[in-house]
Each structure stands twice: as structure tokens, then as C-alpha cells.
């Protein structure tokens, strides 16, 4: 996630069929073409007439929220955050389904958060707790993992903490093919996580 102004539209990392059953074609090329879309164009065009910042990563400018022109800041917080947390949505899923945490990550699920079952209860609580639109969240503090839950777009890489992977609880991820059942969205997400990925970024963040 190290682009800079323009910010790309990421392609997906599989088919637009390839999570299925557990999310749609449809689902999918909606959230992907049609709401990351709008917020890769939201924050272009936030970003075109200041090219002082143009050469900022998205995190940096995620980092330096507090730093930027006010009449940027929400924009930017807004689509900026809903750029980087879809990218990293759509890059912890895979078509290669029911993998589990293994080596350095699995040692550190177990000694931070009891064990993959305690995760997979505790994540789920994070996900169905967020009132209204959000992500759950599971973060690396300097190798520490915790779990939390967000707001809107917001993004704990603007706390300088670094993700290391998020469900999307909007509606919109999901009520397409899940409507109202939200519980039956995240149940069915914990089989297409992208671990490999996951452990990637946890060893990133030691």
C-alpha cells in the first residue's frame, strides 16, 4: 500500500467468483468496482489541487491526519481510510479456504489472545459489537496482538498501530447476499481468511 497520488483502483487478488459460496460474484464486484471506487476517486480528487502532498503515501497520510489543511482532514480520514481498509480487506481473503494461523503468528495468537478458538470468538464478538457501519480488527502492537473494532473508515494505521487484518461490517460488504444477517457474514468470512498474508504483515510489525 505504498502508492501515491493518483491512487490506483488495486485490482482483486482472485476472480470475482473466487470466494463463492461464501461471497457472491455480485457482492463482490459491487464493494470492489463500485464502493472502493468511489473512494479512490473521492481522495484523487481531494488530493488534486495540493501537490505538496501528491507524493505521500496513503499511510503517511493516514499517519499525519492532525498535520494536513483542515478542510482535508475529514476527506481525507473519510475516503483515505475507506481506500486503505478495503485494500486490506480484500488482500486478507483467498480463494484457498479454512486455513489457520501457523508459526510466529499462531505462538503469539495463543499468547495473546488464548488460542485460534478464543480469536475466532472474540473477533466475532468485535464484528457483531460494532454498532452500525465499521471493521473488527486485529492489530500488532510491536508484535502484541490485539483485537478492537472501529467506526465508519476509521483506521488504527492512524494511530500508528499497525493492522494486521479487518472485517468489513458495513452493509454494504455484505447485504446484497447476507441482507440483514450479519452473524452469518462473519461466520462464513473466518473460512477464506488469507493466514500466509496475515502472518506476513504480523512479521512486518515486530
Not at 476472480?15 to 461464501?22: K, R, V
Not at 489543511?69 to 479456504?97: D, I, R, S
Not at 457483531?128 to 502492537?141: D, E, H, N, V
Request: net charge negative; aromatic share 12%; proline share 7%.
Amino acid at each position: 500500500m505504498k502508492q501515491h497520488y493518483p491512487f490506483p483502483l488495486v485490482p482483486l487478488p482472485y476472480p470475482y467468483d473466487g470466494l463463492t459460496p461464501e461471497l457472491s460474484k455480485e457482492i463482490l464486484t459491487f464493494h470492489h468496482d463500485k464502493h472502493l471506487k468511489t473512494y479512490v476517486d473521492n481522495l484523487n480528487n481531494l488530493l488534486a489541487g495540493y501537490p505538496d502532498l501528491q507524493n505521500l503515501s496513503l499511510e503517511d497520510l493516514l499517519m499525519q491526519l492532525d498535520s494536513l489543511p483542515k478542510a482535508l482532514q475529514t476527506g481525507v480520514q473519510n475516503n483515505g481510510g475507506g481506500v486503505y481498509n478495503h485494500n486490506l480487506y480484500f488482500a486478507c481473503m483467498t480463494p484457498e479456504k479454512n486455513l489457520k494461523p501457523e508459526g510466529e503468528l499462531l505462538t503469539a495468537m495463543n499468547r495473546d489472545i488464548g488460542s485460534y478458538e478464543e480469536f475466532v470468538t472474540k473477533f466475532t464478538a468485535a464484528a457483531m459489537g460494532q454498532f452500525g457501519s465499521g471493521y473488527a480488527w486485529l492489530i500488532s502492537k510491536n508484535g502484541s496482538l490485539q483485537i478492537i473494532n472501529l467506526p465508519n473508515q476509521n483506521t488504527p494505521i492512524a494511530k500508528g498501530i499497525k493492522p494486521i487484518l479487518n472485517l468489513d461490517v458495513w452493509e454494504h460488504a455484505y447485504y446484497l447476499q447476507y441482507q440483514n444477517r450479519r452473524a452469518e457474514y462473519v461466520q462464513n468470512w473466518f473460512s477464506l481468511v488469507n493466514w500466509p498474508y496475515v502472518s506476513e504483515l504480523y512479521l512486518q510489525s515486530c
